[in-house]
């Protein structure tokens, strides 16, 4: 296979002047580039992968990618946008898949793209054992994903899906998140623990990883090191997974650095455990979150 003619094949077909541009990544996978006025992108075919997103009113990035991130085939990105489907975390019966189902490690098909009113808008599909997937990136003042999955099998299918957006932090020492998640139960992964909704901001002082249910329409991670919230907006999706994995977990992770948890959280918007989705033969369901950040000047009050 002429990978050089695919990538001008692919920018000939799907590119969009300099706004959208194909290449190659050193490690061999295909990464597109965005750049507009409105914003700095990138995406990967594998796993249809955001890596990328910077609003041109920000002088950090949206989303954290681990400076140690393994850019291979075959192996997940850390950071970005996982597309954690069909299971979520381990295979609920076959330990040997890998963990986080086979959507972010597969290779997606280019299916459209176009740039409307300054956005950038590309769909992505990929087909795999009775599922058919469209997944939508716009990309401009805001950052908006959403996966759209249909049964074409004619048995009824079901899944688990987490989008598992990697946000980027000036510390994490002082993020707080707000909003809907204050008002839902949460199942704590590391206890096997429920809790009832804790009524408050959620903060980290330790390894994170709890499961929300019910639907939490607005989030807000309120960033002040670096003076920004960031406001996540969801659709179809009845769970959201909030991790850190603070000292000893990171350094467990070898494509993550010992100290790269003091620059990121994770917040998910997903369909996942008793949340999980059930599609009768034909039926579709969408799971769309949308990224913007808000400058949040604070003022010293004397
Ligand atoms: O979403 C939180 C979580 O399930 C954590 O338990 C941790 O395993 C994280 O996902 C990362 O999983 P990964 O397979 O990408 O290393």
């Known amino acids: 296979m002429d990978i050089d003619l695919d990538i001008d094949g692919l920018n000939r077909k799907y590119g969009l002047e300099n706004d959208l541009v194909f290449d190659l990544h050193p ?42 991130a393994l850019y291979i085939p075959g192996k997940a990105l850390r950071g970005g946008i996982p597309i954690c489907f069909p299971w979520f975390n ?13 959507a972010r490690t597969s290779v997606w098909n280019l299916v459209q793209t176009q740039k409307v009113d300054g956005q950038i808008e ?57 909003g809907d998640l204050e008002n839902c139960e949460h199942y704590d992964q590391l206890t096997q623990k429920l809790h009832e909704p804790e009524k408050q901001r959620i903060r980290f002082v330790q390894e994170t990883d709890r499961i929300y249910y019910g639907q939490a329409s607005r989030i807000v991670l309120d960033d002040p090191a670096w003076q920004r919230s960031i406001q996540i ?53 969408t799971t769309t979150a949308e990224f913007q950040v808000q400058n949040t000047v604070t003022t010293n009050i004397r």
């Open 122 to 178: 590309v769909a992505l599909g990929l087909a795999k054992d009775g599922f058919d997937l469209i997944y939508r990136i716009s990309m401009g003042e805001t950052l908006k994903v959403a996966l759209e999955v249909r049964n074409a099998a004619d048995v009824p299918l079901d899944y688990e899906i987490a989008l598992h957006t990697y946000l980027s932090l000036g510390s994490i020492e002082n993020v707080s998140i707000a």
């Open 27 to 68: 490690n061999g996978l295909v990464r597109a580039n965005v750049q507009t006025n409105q914003c700095a992108g990138e995406f990967f075919l594998q796993g249809a992968h955001v890596t990328r997103y910077q609003p041109a009113s920000q002088t950090h990035p949206v989303l954290f990618m681990s400076q140690q």
């Open 90 to 102: 381990s295979h609920p019966s076959d330990p040997s898949l890998p963990a986080h189902g086979w």
């Open 233 to 285: 907006d969801s659709l179809g999706s009845q769970a959201t997974v909030v991790w850190n994995p603070w000292i000893d977990k990171s350094k467990r992770m070898a494509d993550f650095g010992d100290l790269e948890y003091l620059q990121m959280c994770c917040i998910e918007t997903a369909n996942v455990r008793q949340k999980s989705v059930r599609l009768a033969p034909g039926q579709t369901h």
